[in-house]
């Protein structure tokens, strides 16, 4: 137990650490960042494939009505990391970024008869991005100027939720979750004519509040062999305890004379209203195969942005910042018999593709819209101590693209270990 309660706190400080650089993508800069990719290791061989899932020994996250399925005489522990080279491309140019990131720790058990109890800590958002922009002013060679954007942060949550089967076949569930993170952003104007201003904006933005997250689940038995599970889940949007913060600094190097405007408001940052629903088809506990739909109404909040209108400055919410998010999963696993002796019966493979649409709107358009596909497997962990821990392995491309904006292609390799020790068994001494 020590050494579990040791690895956890530490890799709670590594993945709170990692997530500040955990993403190179220029959209990271618009709103509170990237979107992190909220799933397990097993769920991501399927591309995130998870609201309809039942597992008695995979922790379920996406959907807290799952841990009523949890086996009652274990203890999971799941912790999961992943590698990712990422192609950016925009006017025939190109470059490539790495980045390899610890991604969630999170655990499970049973509490008591058909009640499942879980916690954990998982990444939000990320914000991480550091490039320039050069040209000459008024077709003059011998005057440049030089934007430069920087950011780092995003936002992480810690979770306690649980799940309970409270009719046969029907399952509620609950996680409860602190969000917090820091986020700065900074753009800086310079020139080649020192008696020219440089003038830098900084953002900066300190979230601490809370996120509900609701799921239910309910089985449908077709026949002997096949079933269905239809699940459902529900996110309430709610304001954020935040105070977004603006600083314009003007300073010219000739007279060493700065100056600067501070802007700030208080209390405007707004979690979305988050929906989802799945169905997963299960046959002899063989094939296993579903879709997701999830839904963020993004649209209902907005975003403080610093504009100068008729020369006028203004910090101020913007309404029109975001879009609704809508995406669709399909995925499926096969094992052909998980309590088989032999390795090759209890190995899983998983695949699975989505469709993301554009939530952010980049100068008054569309941002980018996102397409995935994967493939995995979980490799059955069997030594003399334990034949029940699982090795979740995945590749994963994801692309996002719009008109006239940069495409990003990127490849993920994801691993998820899932421990999975008999805490509970009774020992019967003769």
Known sequence: M????STVVLAAITLTAGAQSSTNSPYSQYGLGVLSD????????MNGLALGFREHNQ???SNPAAYSAL???????DIGASGKITNFKENGKSKNAKNADLDYIVAAFRAARHVGVSFGLLPFTNVGYDYSQSGYLDNDISKTYTNSYYGSGGLHEVYLGAGWEILKNFSLGMNAAYIWGPIETSVINSYSDTSAKTLTKTTSMNVSSYKLDFGAQYTLQLDKKNNMTIAATFSPGHKMNATPTCNIISSNSQTSVTSVTTYSLSNVLKMPTMLGAGLVWNHDEKWKVGADYQLQMWSKT??????????????QIDNNYYNDRHKIILGGQYCANENSRKFFDRLRVRAGVSYASPYLKINGKDGPKEIGASLGFGIPIVNSLNNRSILNISGQWVQQSGSGLI??????????????ERWFMKWKVE
């Open 2 to 5: 020590k050494k579990i309660f």
């Open 38 to 45: 909220q799933t397990s290791g097993f769920n991501r061989g």
């Open 59 to 61: 922790v379920n996250y």
């Open 71 to 77: 086996d009652s005489l274990t203890f999971l522990f």
């Open 302 to 315: 907005g975003f403080p942005v610093y504009r100068t209108t008729n020369n006028t400055p203004s910090y």
């Open 407 to 420: 495409k990003e292609n990127t490849f993920r390799i994801n691993l998820g270990l899932t421990f999975n």
